[in-house]
């Protein structure tokens, strides 16, 4: 599905739960009391038995990890996305495109690599990894930019992890950030596309 079909609003146990936690965080102020805020709830979400995300969401596409929007709010115009991954599956270093977001891993564990933007020069970045985290069950962070570059991966050989992103608005794009030589990186603009959601 391209990111600019409609999305529907996937039903799951504790859907309105979940919704009215988010609907109460995203009220609390600015950029950073919002993603403090959705952090401690996305982290009591995950730990609540009476929600229960779709099937769909553990199973793993074999060529890319799943990308499933499972929210968009009318109201506040966060979207919530449902990702998939496969053993080994990861990103390059992305941005967000200027969005905050908070990262919750809802069932297995992902490698998480924050990166440190040095300098740049025209579409070159030059960054430094400034510090990783294996990150389980119940543990979730938040990027605001200009602090937002990173990558994600499931290191594990044979388990599946699956995490929820809370994004400002719906995130369609994004620039990811092909290695070249020593700490250079050209930037490439990436279109995001979400799997269905069933």
Not at 1 to 26: C, E, N, R, T, Y
Not at 30 to 38: F, G, P, R, S, V
Not at 92 to 111: A, S
Request: hydrophobic share 35%.
């Amino acid at each position: 599905m391209h990111a600019d079909a409609q999305i529907p609003d996937i039903a799951f146990p504790g859907h309105d739960k979940l919704v009215s936690a988010l609907d109460a965080a995203v009220s609390a102020g600015d950029d950073h009391a919002i993603t403090a805020a959705l952090r401690n709830t996305l982290c009591r979400m995950i730990r609540d038995r009476d929600i229960a995300l779709p099937d769909c969401i553990y199973e793993p596409i074999e060529d890319h990890y799943a990308r499933r929007e499972i929210y968009r709010s009318a109201e506040h115009g966060y979207s919530v996305v449902a990702m998939t991954w496969g053993p080994g599956q990861g990103t390059p270093v992305h941005d967000h495109c200027g969005l905050w977001c908070v990262e919750g891993v809802w069932d297995g564990e992902l490698e998480i690599t924050q990166y440190e933007l040095l300098e740049h020069e025209g579409e070159r970045f030059r960054f430094r990894a400034a510090g990783g985290m294996q990150a389980g069950p119940g543990s979730a962070g938040s990027l605001i930019p200009p602090h937002e570059y990173h990558t994600i991966r499931n290191t594990s050989p044979d388990a599946v992890a699956v995490s929820v992103h809370i994004y400002k608005a719906p995130m369609e794009c994004c620039s990811m950030f092909v290695p070249e030589r020593d700490e250079w990186y050209a930037r490439q603009a990436k279109p995001l596309e979400v799997d269905e959601a069933h």
